[in-house]
C-alpha cells in the first residue's frame, strides 16, 4: 500500500510540475546541453538536410540552385567516373579489411604475450597510427618510387628484375595503398589487445586441464570470445574504407593511370569542388549513404549468427 | 552585497573594453581623429596626428609565398597612398580556390584576390576594371595578349591584370648543337614537330653511364604546351576532328619516335633511380632542349657556364603559327570590396609600379614594353623577349587540365606501353574527353545564366 502511494507520488511528479529546484536544474542542464544543441542543428543537420535537398537541384554555388528532380541519380547509370571510383573503393576494401584485420588480431596476439619490454613494443607499434595521413602519404609515395623509391631497390637487391611501379601502375596503385594503410593498424592492434584481455584466464586454464593445443585454445577460445570485437572492428573498417579520402587526395596526382585512384570520396570531391556539379556531388553523397548503411546492416543481420558475448545480450538465460 | 556589486561593475568594464579592444579594424594613429573639431587646438593635449583622415585597410589574398614579393611594392603603395593599408594573406594554393569560394557565398570576399579559376570572372564575382586602367593612362595592349586572355579578358573586357609573364619556351643547350652541327632553332620560327624530333634524335647519345648520355628533348604530350586550337575547335566545344586529327596523330607518333629512339629523357630509369630531374640534366649540360617555364628556365641556366638560348615551342606542321603559352598573377577587384574605389587603385598600382617591381626582380613582366630593359645585354633573355612577342589570344576550354587528363594515360598507357597506334587510341579517347568537355561547358554556361 506504502509502496502504491510512492508510486503515484513520483508519477504525479513527473506529469505535474517540477519543484523550482528541479525545473532551475533542468533550465540549466538544457542551457549546457545548447551550444551541443546549437552545433548538432547548425553543423550537422543543417547540412545533411541541405545535402538531401541539393541533390535534386543542378548548383553551381553561385547562381540559384536549378531543380532538376531525379535526374542527378539517374546521371550516375551512366557516368564512367562513378563505376570507377565504386569499383576502386570496392576493391580496396576487399583487399584492406581483412589484410588489416588478420595482421592487428596477429599482432595483438604477439603482443598479448608477457614478455620484458611488451609495453614499450605496444607503445611503438601504435605510434605510426597517430602521424597524419597526409604525411604518411607523402612519405610512402617517396617509398614506393618505381625508380628510385627504397621498396623497389630492395626487390631488385634480391633480384626481381622487373618490380611493381606501385602508384603508377593501373594494377597496383591500390594494392600499394593497401600496403600504406598496414603502417597504421597500431589503431586497431590495440583494440584487439583490449579484446584479448578481456578473456577470462580461467578458460584458458580449463583449456590446460583438458590438454588443448595453441591452436585449438586459439581456435576454440579466443576467436569465439573475440568476435564482438572482430564485429566492431569490421564495421568501423568498413566505414573508414567507404570514407577513404586524404591518402587517395594526396597521391592521386602522383602519375596513377586510368582513374586507378579515384576512390568514390575523392570523386564527389572532384565533382563538386573542382567541377562545381554540386548538386550531383551531393547525390553522389547519398548514394554512398545508402551503400554503406545497407552493407552495415546486411552484416550486422548476420552478427547474431557468428558473434558470440560472454553476456547474454538479450536476456535470454 | 556592496562588494559582489562592485565587483560586477569591474567586470562589466573589463568586458566592455575587451570588446571595444576586439572590435573592427585596430585604431592606429592616423584612422582615429584624435581631436574633436570643435576643440580648441590651443588647449588639446599633443598628440600625433592622422596623416589625412580615416585609413582604408584593403585585403589582398593570394598564394602562400606570393606576399614576399610584395613587400616594397606595399611600402611604396602605402607610401604614396597614406589613407590606405594593404593586407597580404597568404593562402595555400591548394585551399585557395575552396577558401575564395566560401568567401563567396557567404558574401565576405576580400577587395582583391588572385584569379586562378574564371569561373568567379563568369559568375561574376568580380568588377570589370578595364574603364579605371583607362583613366589611370594604362592601355591592356601593353600586356601581353597571350596571358592577359588566359587569365584576365573576357568577351573583351578586362577583370584583373598581373605582373609577371610566365611563359612557356623550348631552352637549348648551344654547345650540344654546335657538336653536333645543328643551327640553332630560330626565336621567331618554331620548329615542327618533324624538325624537333630530327634535332633531338640527332644529339642523343647513350654512354656507359649517366653522366656521358645525352639527351635530345624532355617532353611528354604536346596538348598542354601547344595551341590549343590544335586539338579543340575554336569555339573550344569540340574535340573530335581536332585531337584526333592527322596533324596531331603526327605529333605523338613523333613523341613515340624520339621516346623509342631514347632521344627523350621522361622514361629513363637509371636516371629516375638516381633522383634527377630533366631539369638538372639541363643544368649539367646533358640535355640539348627542354620545354621549360621561362623564368625558371633562365635562372637556372644563368647559374651554370652552359650557354643556351631560347626558341618558340614546335608547332604540330612546318608553316603553322608559332605560339608561346602564357600566363600571369592576376588579380582583381572582389564585386563584393568593402572598398572597390581603393582596390583599383591597388590594382592599376600593380600594373605600373607592380611590373617595374618585376624588372627589378629579374622576372618578365607582363608589360611588354618593360621586355627590354628586363633582358638588358642577355641574349638568351632578348630571344625569350621575342618568344614572348608571339604570344596570341588563346580560346577559352573550361577545365582544360580535367578534360586532357585522359591523354597522359593514352600516351604513356596505350601508345607507350601497349603499342596501340595513335589514331586507334586518339579515336577512342575523343568520345570520353568531348564527355567531359560538354560537362564543363554546361556548368561554364550555367555561371552566366
Known amino acids: 500500500m506504502e509502496a502504491s502511494g510512492l508510486e503515484t507520488k513520483s508519477a504525479t511528479k513527473k506529469k505535474g510540475k517540477l519543484s523550482p529546484l528541479a525545473a532551475r536544474e533542468e533550465r540549466a542542464a538544457y542551457l549546457f546541453l545548447l551550444p551541443w544543441i546549437l552545433g548538432v542543428i547548425f553543423f550537422l543537420l543543417g547540412p545533411i538536410l541541405a545535402s538531401f535537398a541539393l541533390s535534386f537541384t543542378k548548383w553551381n554555388l553561385f547562381s540559384p540552385p536549378e531543380w532538376v528532380g531525379l535526374a542527378n541519380y539517374q546521371k550516375m547509370f551512366h557516368d564512367r567516373d562513378f563505376y570507377n571510383s565504386m569499383g576502386v573503393t570496392l576493391k580496396y576494401m576487399l583487399l584492406s579489411i581483412p589484410l588489416f584485420s588478420a595482421a592487428a588480431l596477429g599482432l595483438s596476439v604477439l603482443l598479448n604475450q608477457k614478455l620484458r619490454g611488451m609495453y614499450v613494443l605496444r607503445t611503438v607499434m601504435f605510434m605510426p597510427s597517430v602521424l597524419a595521413g597526409t604525411a604518411v602519404a607523402v612519405m610512402f609515395s617517396m617509398l614506393l618510387q618505381p625508380d628510385a623509391g627504397i621498396v623497389n631497390q630492395f626487390l631488385r637487391g634480391i633480384g626481381i628484375a622487373n618490380p611493381p611501379r606501385w602508384l603508377m601502375s593501373e594494377q597496383w596503385a591500390v594494392p600499394a595503398i593497401v600496403l600504406m594503410g598496414l603502417w597504421g593498424i597500431g589503431g586497431g592492434t590495440i583494440i584487439y589487445l583490449a579484446g584479448l584481455q578481456n578473456i577470462p584466464p580461467t578458460l584458458y586454464e580449463a583449456a590446460d586441464i583438458d590438454g588443448a593445443s595453441a591452436w585449438q585454445k586459439f581456435t576454440r577460445i579466443t576467436l569465439p570470445l573475440l568476435t564482438p570485437t572482430i564485429f566492431f572492428q569490421l564495421i568501423t573498417s568498413l566505414a573508414a574504407a567507404f570514407q577513404i579520402f586524404d591518402i587517395a587526395f594526396v597521391l592521386s596526382g602522383r602519375g596513377a593511370r586510368r582513374g586507378a585512384l579515384m576512390f568514390y570520396l575523392l570523386n564527389i570531391y572532384n565533382e563538386s569542388f573542382r567541377e562545381s556539379r554540386f548538386g550531383y556531388a551531393s547525390a553522389l553523397a547519398w548514394v554512398l549513404v545508402l551503400i554503406s548503411a545497407i552493407t552495415i546492416l546486411v552484416i550486422n543481420s548476420t552478427s547474431n549468427r557468428w558473434v558470440y558475448y560472454e553476456v547474454d545480450t538479450k536476456g535470454e538465460s | ?436 568537355l560538354d560537362q564543363a561547358w554546361d556548368t561554364w554556361d550555367s555561371f552566366k545564366e
Not at chain 2, 576643440?39 to 589625412?52: G, L
Not at chain 2, 602562400?64 to 590606405?84: A, V
Not at chain 2, 598600382?349 to 627589378?360: D, F, H, K
Not at chain 2, 576550354?397 to 596501340?420: C, S
Request: aromatic share 8%; net charge negative; hydrophobic share 40%.
Open chain 2, 1 to 436: 552585497m556592496l562588494k559582489k556589486q562592485a565587483l560586477t561593475i569591474i567586470l562589466a568594464l573589463l568586458l566592455a573594453a575587451m570588446l571595444v579592444a576586439c572590435g573592427g579594424t585596430s585604431p592606429t594613429a592616423t584612422e582615429i581623429p584624435v581631436q574633436d573639431s570643435a576643440t580648441d587646438s590651443t588647449t588639446a593635449e599633443p598628440v600625433e596626428m592622422p596623416v589625412t583622415g580615416e585609413q582604408t585597410p584593403l585585403t589582398v589574398w593570394t598564394f602562400e609565398g606570393e606576399s614576399e614579393n610584395f613587400t616594397s611594392i606595399i611600402e611604396d603603395f602605402e607610401t604614396k597612398h597614406p589613407n590606405i593599408k594593404v593586407e597580404v594573406v597568404d593562402i595555400p594554393e591548394s585551399e585557395y580556390g575552396t577558401k575564395v569560394d566560401t568567401a563567396l557565398i557567404a558574401g565576405e570576399p576580400p577587395d582583391i584576390g588572385f584569379i586562378n579559376d574564371d569561373k568567379w570572372i563568369a559568375s561574376g564575382k568580380f568588377l570589370p576594371i578595364g574603364d579605371h586602367l583607362k583613366a589611370e593612362g594604362i592601355n591592356i595592349e601593353d600586356y601581353n595578349p597571350g596571358a592577359m586572355t588566359v587569365n584576365c579578358l573576357v568577351e573583351g573586357e578586362a577583370y584583373c591584370i598581373g605582373t609577371f609573364t610566365g611563359a612557356l619556351m623550348l631552352f637549348y643547350n648551344k654547345d650540344i648543337l654546335d657538336a653536333a652541327g645543328i643551327e640553332y632553332p630560330s626565336a621567331t620560327v618554331p620548329l615542327s614537330m618533324d624538325q624537333y624530333a630530327a634535332l633531338a634524335e640527332a644529339v642523343t647519345k647513350e654512354g656507359a653511364t649517366l653522366a656521358d648520355s645525352v639527351w635530345g628533348a624532355d617532353t611528354d604530350i604536346g596538348v598542354w604546351w601547344q595551341d590549343r586550337r590544335n586539338f579543340f575547335s575554336e569555339d573550344g566545344r569540340t574535340v573530335d576532328g581536332y585531337l584526333n586529327d592527322e596533324a596531331t596523330v603526327h605529333m605523338f607518333e613523333k613523341l613515340i619516335e624520339m621516346r623509342e629512339a631514347g632521344a627523350i629523357i621522361q622514361g629513363n630509369s637509371t636516371m629516375a633511380a638516381e633522383g634527377f630531374a630533366s631539369q638538372d640534366m639541363l643544368a649539367s649540360g646533358q640535355l640539348a632542349t627542354s620545354i621549360l617555364e621561362a623564368d625558371l628556365g633562365i635562372k637556372m641556366l644563368e647559374n651554370t657556364d652552359i650557354r643556351w638560348g631560347v626558341a618558340p615551342v614546335p608547332v604540330e606542321q612546318a608553316g603553322d603559327e608559332p605560339w608561346t603559352a602564357t600566363w600571369t598573377d592576376a588579380y582583381g577587384v572582389f564585386s563584393e570590396a568593402d572598398h572597390p574605389e581603393a582596390a583599383m587603385e591597388f590594382v592599376s598600382y600593380m600594373a605600373t609600379e607592380g611590373n617595374n617591381l618585376r624588372v627589378q626582380q629579374g622576372i618578365m613582366p607582363l608589360k611588354n614594353t618593360l621586355g627590354a630593359e628586363w633582358a638588358g645585354e642577355s641574349e638568351g633573355r632578348q630571344q625569350a623577349v621575342q618568344v614572348i612577342a608571339l604570344a596570341r589570344p588563346g580560346i577559352l576550354v573550361p577545365g582544360f587540365w580535367d578534360i586532357i587528363g585522359p591523354l597522359w594515360d593514352a600516351y604513356e598507357g596505350d601508345m607507350l606501353e601497349d603499342g596501340r597506334p595513335p589514331q586507334e587510341v586518339l579515336d577512342e579517347y575523343v568520345p570520353i574527353l568531348q564527355e567531359t
